[in-house]
């Protein structure tokens, strides 16, 4: 591949070691209840039948996802931060920043996709079950997937062709682009493009899905005439909405932008909330309010 550099050494969070100790803490507990909480959610619709709709099939990928998405970060991140773990080869760097950014996509794929989802089901309330099957819900899925990896594997491959002389060290406890265009020696301006691209490729026109989607369902929702229906249709949206505000939100910050230029320490804290609070907080978001998830649980 043309690098000098075999290897990188991964700073995560400096300071003193009782600092990092309960960061170790505090990563291994959220982690710990993010893998607990999203396998429940698993469980629970492949145990109750009557959550076997096309809103609890996409719910079910979301978790399943968000399983794998804080598993490729956290252990990795709770190792370097002990210090027992520091250095990661330069295949596993590409390897994860292929990992993490495929199911970061994926997950902008699926936001979309279960925004769609509400729109039918709110505005086409007696057609929704023949527009939503179960084989378009499949399909729906596998194409997120599908799109989310082959988006990302052109921009795993140009990152693997940098140059990398030193130094080795990355100010991150992850391998990310904006950490790897600002080791490399080589010209960014190819991966830097491909990765603006594909942000706007994946992230925006995923995020421009969803928000059209939620006009229409909030013009239908104003549309009707009690208050108590407009809270019901209302209630089935909100869980979602708030999920899409806070991924995208951070998602924009960090890849929707022309160059490499945020600062590698607030992209440190950016990621955290991305990769570590924010799987945490979905199945929670999902099961709060969900009544129909409460009473299967």
Not at 22 to 44: C, D
Request: aromatic share 12%.
């Amino acid at each position: 591949n043309g690098t000098s550099v075999e290897e990188f050494i991964l700073l995560g969070f400096p300071g003193t070691w009782q600092s990092r100790v309960s960061l170790v803490v505090v990563f291994a507990l959220m982690y710990s209840l993010t893998v607990i909480g999203n396998a429940s959610i698993i469980a629970l619709v492949w145990r109750s039948s009557n959550l076997h709709t096309p809103m609890y099939f996409f719910l079910c990928n979301l978790s399943f996802l968000e399983i794998w998405y804080t598993t490729g970060v956290v252990p990795k991140a709770i190792g370097v931060m002990l210090g027992t773990s520091q250095t990661i080869s330069f295949s596993v760097c590409i390897l994860q920043l292929f990992f993490i950014l495929s199911l970061g996509s994926t997950e902008c794929f699926l936001l979309a996709v279960m925004a769609y989802d509400r729109y039918l089901a709110i505005c086409y309330p007696l057609r929704y079950s023949s527009l939503m099957n179960s084989v378009l819900s499949v399909r729906l899925a596998l194409s997120s997937w599908l799109g989310g990896f082959l988006s990302i594997s052109l921009l795993a491959f140009l990152t693997s062709r940098l140059t990398f002389c030193g130094p080795d060290v990355i100010n991150h406890f992850l391998c990310d682009i904006d950490s790897c265009l600002a080791l490399s020696c080589s010209d960014t301006w190819p991966v830097e493009l491909a990765t603006f691209l594909v942000s706007i490729i994946v992230v925006v026109a995923s995020c421009v899905v969803t928000l059209v989607s939620y006009m229409y369902i909030i013009s239908s929702i104003l549309r009707i005439q009690s208050v108590h229906g407009q809270k019901k249709a209302f209630s089935t949206c909100s869980a979602h909405l708030s999920v899409v505000t806070i991924w995208y939100g951070s998602t924009m910050f960090l890849y929707v932008k022309p160059s490499a230029q945020n600062s590698l320490d607030l992209n440190k804290i950016v990621n955290t909330f991305n990769t570590v609070v924010t799987p945490l907080l979905n199945p929670f978001i999902y099961t709060l309010r969900n009544k129909e998830v409460k009473l299967a649980l």
